[in-house]
């Protein structure tokens, strides 16, 4: 079974194929193989959040009861990433001194960069990941990624982040034994800047801005090798990635170069999934005309016969619609077989919109698992 034995399962695609809603399917398949599975989704649709019967997501794993009896032996929890509590929890576990740890959460650089850091929400989303293996709370863990469109930002935001805080502009800040950081600043930018930025932010601001950073130079030993810990875990032989995408030629062009670029990266990925596709269900005119016109006879009446006409017509039109649509996407899903092979593809059947959230989702979990599970 492909994500069986997977402690971690990442589902990465283009933007608004499916990737959070699959992604909980997967961690729903999973708890029904008995295991304590959690999914760790980045913003979900609200639609999601209903089927899964939750009034809001937090931060903290929240147990889904409302697909229960379909996972008797195993559970499935979810929780919604907020980067700035993780970001701050991680220094809570780096920084074990109270005083230090408060000072520093409390600093409104640290702040302003933990919330703003590009990479920080992919890093802190591995990063959960990684502290929640670590309590082992649960067996199977599915990452959803962020609608940002890029995967690989998973995989470079270690780096990314962990650069950022020994680069050049960081090292000026931080202080050394040989100069102080006036002597530096005055030095480097001279009296002009030293002003400037004293009289643009303030020289609480410059004072703040030093501090943090000079805090900061005893975390990075730690941070990076916590980055390299997080970095591991994305490379780890056992963690699958899944290509999610869409059955039209822009999406899949798309999940193709980042299949590549995962490659690249030495993350293959292990099987795509086209979510949303059209299966012609209609049965064909034809078929039923016979019976509607029959039923019409027996009910009699020239009214009751023309508007029978009118009924087939419509389910005339729709049936060929349905019929067009699904010999595209036949032909999209073999495309992506193409570049997939030899790997398997799955496909998602689109849920027709009047369903309910809940009856949506059992309807795609039976369309991927049903037949060919990507197992
Ligand atoms: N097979 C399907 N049939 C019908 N509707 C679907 C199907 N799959 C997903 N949807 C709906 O499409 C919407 C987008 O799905 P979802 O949020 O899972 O996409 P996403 O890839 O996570 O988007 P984003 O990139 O914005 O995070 C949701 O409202 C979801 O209910
Ligand atoms: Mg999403």
């Not at 400037?196 to 932010?201: F, K, Q, S």
């Not at 495309?335 to 369903?355: D, M, Q």
């Amino acid at each position: 079974m492909l994500i069986a034995d997977a402690p971690l399962v990442v589902c990465v695609g283009p933007g608004g194929v499916g990737k959070t809603t699959i992604s909980s399917l997967l961690a729903l398949r999973q708890a029904a193989a008995g295991k304590r599975s959690l999914v760790l989704t980045i913003d979900p649709a609200r639609r999601l959040a209903d089927a899964l019967g939750l009034a809001e997501l937090t931060n903290d794993p929240l147990e889904i009861t409302a697909f229960s009896k379909m996972h008797p032996g195993g559970s499935l929890s979810a929780l919604m990433l907020d980067p700035t509590a993780t970001f701050d929890h991680m220094i809570g576990l780096l920084v074990p001194d109270p005083a230090r740890r408060q000072a520093l959460l409390s600093n409104r650089v640290y702040q302003n960069i933990s919330r703003t850091l590009s990479g920080t929400l992919e890093y802190m989303a591995v990063e959960r990941v990684h502290e929640l293996f670590r309590t082992q709370q649960f067996d199977r863990v599915v990452l959803d990624t962020p609608p940002t469109g890029n995967a690989l930002d998973f995989l470079e935001a270690p780096d990314r982040v962990a650069t950022f805080f020994s680069d050049k502009v960081t090292r000026w800040f931080m202080p050394s034994v040989a100069e102080s950081w006036t002597t530096r600043l005055w030095n480097r930018a001279g009296a002009a800047a030293l002003s400037l930025i004293g009289r643009v932010a303030g020289q609480a601001f410059v004072d703040e801005t030093v501090s943090f950073f000079s805090a900061f130079s005893d975390l990075l030993g730690p941070f990076r090798s916590r980055g390299e810990q997080v970095g591991k875990l994305l490379r780890d032989p056992h963690t699958v990635f899944l290509v999610v995408c869409a059955p039209d030629p822009a999406r899949i062009a798309e999940a193709q170069v980042l299949s590549e670029r995962l490659a690249d990266q030495d993350c293959v990925p292990r099987a795509f999934i086209v979510n949303r596709v059209e299966r012609a269900f209609l049965p064909g005119p034809g078929s039923i005309e016979s019976a509607v016109l029959r039923a019409a006879s027996l009910l009699g009446g020239q009214e009751e016969g023309e508007r029978t006409r009118a009924f087939l017509d419509r389910l005339e039109t729709l049936h060929r619609q349905q019929q067009s649509e699904a010999a595209l996407h036949a032909s999209a899903v073999e495309a992506v077989r193409e570049f997939a092979s030899p790997r398997p593809v799955f496909t998602v059947p689109r849920v027709p919109a009047g369903e309910s959230p809940r009856d949506s989702l059992l309807a795609m979990y039976l369309g991927l698992f049903a037949k060919e599970e990507p197992s």
